[in-house]
């Protein structure tokens, strides 16, 4: 059975009717990467999602940098709230981000941007199915998981069409 087109995400509706109690910020956002910004000059990663890093290719396109586009174009001009979740290993807020009421996570992922980050929980599985059965963004081809991408990177096992 196929998904509906827009499904509400819980993360979104609880950011927007301020029931998460976590540290928060507001600010513009400069975007690093598909899944990273900088919120008030904070970094901030966000939470539950992976996007391909900047110099992956997936299918011979750079996925990375349409990821990185793809947040640029949902944060371009606006307002970013983030509510901090935990922090991570580089001591970096993780955090779930909207923008006028939209989950930034759960966009990025519906689009095929990025990937459910399963490591660290739940949340996105049902965006990425989406993404997966619309064939969006990493979707539409042959892809890597990002942290298979980076592990291969740390071993020396990528490809050599793949730069790193």
């Known amino acids: 059975m196929p998904f509906p087109a827009f499904v509400p995400n819980v993360a979104s509706l609880v950011i927007a009717a301020g029931l998460l109690t976590g540290p928060s910020l507001t600010g513009p956002a400069r975007v690093v990467d598909g899944d990273t910004m900088r919120v008030d000059g904070i970094a901030v990663r966000l939470f539950g999602i992976d996007a391909p890093e900047l110099a992956q290719l997936c299918g011979g396109a750079s996925c990375g940098v349409a990821a990185r586009a793809a ?45 459910a980050y399963r490591q660290y929980g739940s ?28 592990r291969a990177k740390r071993e020396g ?4 069409d793949q730069p790193g």
Request: aromatic share 10%; with cysteine; glycine share 6%.
């Open 71 to 115: 947040l640029r174009r949902l944060t371009y001009a606006k307002t970013v709230t983030c509510v901090e979740e935990t922090r991570d290993r580089y001591k970096r807020i993780v955090a779930r981000c909207v923008v006028d009421g939209l989950d930034l996570a759960a966009a990025m992922t519906r689009a095929g941007h990025a990937l």
């Open 157 to 160: 096992k990528l490809s050599k």
């Open 123 to 150: 949340a996105y599985v049902v965006e990425e199915r989406q993404a997966q059965l619309a064939q969006a963004g990493m979707w539409a081809g042959e892809f890597e998981a990002p942290w298979e991408w980076r």
